[in-house]
């Protein structure tokens, strides 16, 4: 069989998997994560309308993905999720133990900017 067959078989149980049509859906592998994720950062059409929400709790490059649309205009939010703990002994709804936190945006830029002021511009070294 030929590399390419394989290829397309393989993209054809991973649609099938999803339950996605062919038709209405493209299967593209990639490196990695951070591969995929820069490729849906660059791909998506981010506007002034969009909004990105993240977990504080994420692969570094979800942080590239936040760039991207923050540079087209886009507003993100980074989100904490809590799960609420049992209460002796007791069931707890999955659907209400979650609390949601928004927290405050910092880019990669102002991090940085930040550090320097904190330290005087000079390394610890």
């Known amino acids: 069989m030929a590399t390419s067959e394989i290829v397309r078989e393989a993209r054809q149980r991973v649609l099938d998997f999803c339950n996605a049509s062919m038709r209405d859906y493209k299967c593209i592998f990639t490196s990695g994560a951070t591969a995929a994720l820069k490729l849906v ?3 998506f059409p981010w506007s002034s309308q ?3 929400m993240y977990t504080m709790e ?6 590239g993905i936040r760039e991207y649309a923050l540079n087209k205009g886009a507003t993100a939010f980074a989100i904490d999720i809590e799960e609420a703990t049992n209460d002796g002994g007791g069931f707890i709804n ?7 936190l ?3 945006i910092q880019r990669r830029h102002d991090a940085m900017l930040q550090e320097e002021e904190t ?3 000079a390394g610890w070294f």
């Open 119 to 121: 330290s005087g511009g």
């Open 58 to 63: 994420n692969h570094n490059s979800v942080l």
């Open 50 to 52: 969009s909004t990105f």
């Open 102 to 104: 928004q927290h405050p």
């Open 94 to 100: 999955p659907l209400s133990s979650i609390k949601v």
């Open 41 to 43: 950062g660059e791909a």
